[in-house]
T-cell receptor, first 115, second 114 residues
Framework: DAMVIQNPRYQVTQFGKPVTLSCSQT?????MYWYQQKSSQAPKLLFH???????NEADTPDNFQSRRPNTSFCFLDIRSPGLGDAAMYLC??????????????FGPGTRLTVL | RKEVEQDPGPFNVPEGATVAFNCTYS??????FFWYRQDCRKEPKLLMS???SGNEDGRFTAQLNRASQYISLLIRDSKLSDSATYLC???????????????FGKGTKLSVKP
């Protein structure tokens, strides 16, 4: 049973054309995260929501925005994708942020290609 | 020192071999640690959690050395299906501290050959 679902799995967009990636979860977890992972690199945290509280990482470009309309869904909006934004985008959830025993559950990712 | 550092490998080992990966972390106050496995072009999946000195699950053993600030992962009797990238992950939260985040290493690539 899928617990963290990401759509689409593959997304192709044009340089500068806005794109939205979607994540949903059936775990009823409080926290949802968005990571960017480029080839042979560690996942890089972009931002996360703790319930409705949005937390942006200091080095996340303004080009990346997020919305969480309810507990189950979270969206990543890339306003003007550049070639450097081509990557795998991973959504993850956890029950509580920063708990010592907390683990994150990842969705299958959306691979973004920018032409 | 980088927050979480791993040998990128690749480690190429024959089936049945024992292989060990090390990971060092910079935040001495960190209290919880994880090993995730990531297959090519797939998402990371939790392999093991390490909260005290170590953890064992079948062929996999994780050990924590707080004094030296490193975590290790030992895989015994390697299988072809163990081929993947192993990510070392550190929770930056410490006891009584503010809420932390997970910091990922770049991963160590393992290739098990027949």
């Amino acid at each position: 049973d899928a617990m963290v679902i990401q759509n689409p799995r593959y997304q192709v967009t044009q340089f500068g054309k806005p794109v939205t990636l979607s994540c949903s979860q059936t775990l009823n977890h409080n926290v949802m995260y968005w990571y960017q992972q480029k080839s042979s690199q560690a996942p890089k945290l972009l931002f996360h929501y703790y319930d409705k509280d949005f937390n942006n990482e200091a080095d996340t470009p303004d080009n990346f925005q997020s919305r969480r309309p309810n507990t189950s869904f979270c969206f990543l909006d890339i306003r003007s994708p550049g070639l450097g934004d081509a990557a795998m985008y991973l959504c993850a959830t956890s029950r509580a942020k920063g708990s010592l025993t907390d683990t994150q559950y990842f969705g299958p990712g959306t691979r973004l290609t920018v032409l | 020192r980088k927050e979480v550092e791993q040998d990128p490998g690749p480690f190429n080992v024959p089936e049945g071999a024992t292989v060990a990966f090390n990971c060092t972390y910079s935040n001495s106050a960190s209290q919880s640690f994880f090993w995730y496995r990531q297959d090519c072009r797939k998402e990371p999946k939790l392999l093991m959690s390490v909260y005290s000195s170590g953890n064992e699950d079948g062929r996999f053993t994780a050990q924590l050395n707080r004094a030296s600030q490193y975590i290790s992962l030992l895989i015994r009797d390697s299988k072809l299906s163990d081929s993947a990238t192993y990510l070392c992950v550190v929770n930056t939260k410490n006891y009584g501290g503010s809420q932390g985040n997970l910091i990922f290493g770049k991963g160590t690539k393992l290739s098990v050959k027949p």
